[in-house]
């Protein structure tokens, strides 16, 4: 499957607070920018793979498949939404690949789109717990923040990773965000601001967690055969891997390692034939500051344990050896939980086509992308490449 | 303040786990032995199909903890809570409320011990939802 | 007394008292009371609060989940009648017997309900309890007597009125059971002297009319009827344990009706942890069973306002030795504690009411 697919087109809207748009709303405005990146119409769309973890919780609303292909004017499309918690879009990115791959479809859309702040934030954080185990998790007051707290405190005492540390990844995604239009924050923050900002779920404080956002990405597929009919900037798909892991973070053997992640990562190198070195670029989950040296971890970019080193040595910062969410990541981007996983794409496709802009990370080749859904328990890995090799 | 009582669970789906949470049942791999806090027909380990309801023992000890501050809308004006995933002294694991103490008075490793309490509430009119939580053994 | 049948036993105890705390000085201070008067007056210096996430039906369970590891040779299937007495139950309707059922183990064959006569719906439960024992109608029953006693704001009760319970396994005597049933007797009339009405939050009582007409005469009639009944003297008793709805009623009673005070001393924890009303005699008589030996005569005397009594003569047995140790006693609960103060009190309590 390596390199049979290729993204033609890509669109996103800003990450953040749309009080006046609604869910519909955000998907037909991303989809309109992808199709004018594609240079295509939207009779040339031929399935839809929409992804979203919780319309009907957040806005009462479910079937957004046959919706949002009726308010594109193309009710008709074969259209459904995938729904992975987090990791719903890049599932739907997965699921819209396979799509193209396996021949039934020549173009195909995939996007990502959810609307958090039409409910109060305890209500928000009601429904993000339905990602958790609702009955043995969730029940007892489990949050989101608490489950990541969890991991982050066996990651201190396993491994030694400080609280400094984990306020570095903060400081650094808020420092690419700035860079970035369509992120939620575009402000620098420091280290000391971090570890001032109040408590949400020790150790973890609220500039270490992503926030709640609205809105919408999208990204059109096409055969890699037929991809230059559209685009001079074809970027193919390289790998594509799935993961998964326990529901509830206590029927782990070992917290501190997203087993879901090292499996989906596997899948993705090996199709895509490369190793972690050779990946220029990466969008990475980091829901919580803690997530992402999980991640430099699990993808192999560290071994179990070191990801702190990484931060510490400004590895994974625009500039260095492997620079990790130039967009600002969930942090600074905003991380509207059905968009996040074709937001990356996006990211990672502006950059393979040298169109980042202020953070363009210089020659990169290759991309990886890396989407979790709750605590783990589903992954979903992308490896993109400026060439179809 | 409590808005909506729509995305809380009503009694049917309280009543068919509460014997369960109110005495600690898990479930036993017959063939491999792991031990599960949830309802299990096959085992995740080892793929069996025989399992078997058992009583959990009520003492274990910390595995991880944090303290929740920022509540979901069920345990507004809760204050703050610890939550810890604890190890139980036949090595399952599950997700409680550590009760009865300040977050100083614990770490990773103190031991504790299984007490009935309130979890939670549909509504000031509706039905209370009890299970078991821990405290510090002393 | 003559049971037809078998006599009835205890086979285990258990009681469970919340962690938290309160000073008098603290809820004085709220009302701009005299702290030193207070505590003077009532002979109580701090009283239990029940933690947020607790209430009635959590410290049945708990106190009953103690009586039973007690009662080892007890299996939970073979209790066949679980009876809880309390005036504070979360819910009004819907009985607290069959989620302490559910909790236990219990199996589908029981008799369940709940009791309500103020604070002696404890001993009301024990004595339904004892009777279906000693018919034969079941082997093992279980009774629990447990509040988070109510008070309104403001009103002298708050002092005094505070959370906690006890629970008892009860069965034929045996070589096994710790202590039997000797005699009971009860008395009751028609006296308003402490009353809730239906859609009222709090009670309501009426101040010294609770003493003497209520309190001192339904308890001195019910332990006088039962001495006399069975040609028993004070003097005949280790331990009395009257209803202690603060730390001076039960001595005064108790000097009153002939009794000494280290008789009444050992099972009187009104001064340091408060009155749970139905679980406030039965936590007393636990006390005592926590420290009695084999061979030693008690006499329980709960009062209910509204009015009544119920007068026990219990006699401890070898097997109460072995015991003790199997499940944490009343002092493990007093001595475990945490201070709180007035709004926190509130908070925890409901009575800052929130929707």
Known sequence: MRGEVAVIGVGMTRFG???????????VEATLEALEDARIDLKDIKAMFIGNMGSGMWVEQEHLGPLLADYLGVPGIPSVKVESACASSGMAFRLGVLAVASGLYDIVLVGGVEKMTDVTTPESTHHLASAADREWEAFYGVTFPALFALIARRHMKQYGTTREQLAKVAVKNHKHGSYNPKAQFQRPITVEEVLSSPLVADPLRLLDCSPISDGAAVAILARADIARKFTDTPVYVLGSGVGTDTIALHDRDDITVLKSVVLAAKEAYSMAKVEPRDINVAEVHDCFTIAEILAYEDLGFAKKGEGGKLIDEGVTELGGRIP?????GLKAKGHPVGAT???QIVEIVLQLRNEAGKRQVPNAEIGLTQNIGGSGASCVVHILGARRR | MRVSSMSVPKSPRIWQLAERRYRLIGTKCLKCGRVFIGPRKVCPQCGSRELQDVELPRRGRIYSYTVVRAPPMERENYGPYIIAIVELENGCKLTTEIVDCS????????????????????SKSGIIYYGCKFRPVK | MKFNGEIPAIYGWGSYIPIYRIRLDEIAKAWGEDPDSVKRGLQVEEISVRGLDEDQVTI???????????????????????YVGSESKPYAVKPTATIVAAAIGASVNIRAADYEFACKAGTEALISVMAQVASGMIRYGLAIGAD??????????EYTASAGGSAFVVGPKSTSSAAYFEAQYSVATDTPDFWRRDEVKYPRHMGRFTGEPAYFKHIILAAKELMEREGLKPSDFDYFVPHQPNGSFPIRVALRLGFKLEQVKPGLIAPIVGNFYSGSSLTGLSRVLDIAKPGQRILLVSFGSGAGADAFSIVTQDAIEVKKGLAPTVDYHINRKKYV????YLRNWGKIYWV
Do not use: C, M
């Open chain 3, 60 to 82: 049945a369970v708990n106190a009953a989940w103690n009586a039973l590891k007690r009662a080892p040779e007890v299996n939970p299937k073979d209790i066949g009648a679980i």
């Open chain 2, 103 to 122: 977050p100083e008075e614990i770490d990773i490793g103190t031991e504790v011990e299984a007490v009935f309490r309130k979890i939670g509430e549909e």
């Open chain 3, 341 to 344: 103060d007035y709004v926190t």
């Open chain 3, 148 to 157: 988070t006693s109510q008070s309104w704001p403001g009103d002298v009760l």
């Open chain 1, 324 to 328: 990790v969410n130039p967009s600002g």
């Open chain 1, 17 to 27: 607070e749309h009080w006046d748009k609604q869910l519909r709303d955000l998907f």
């Open chain 1, 341 to 343: 996983g074709v937001a």
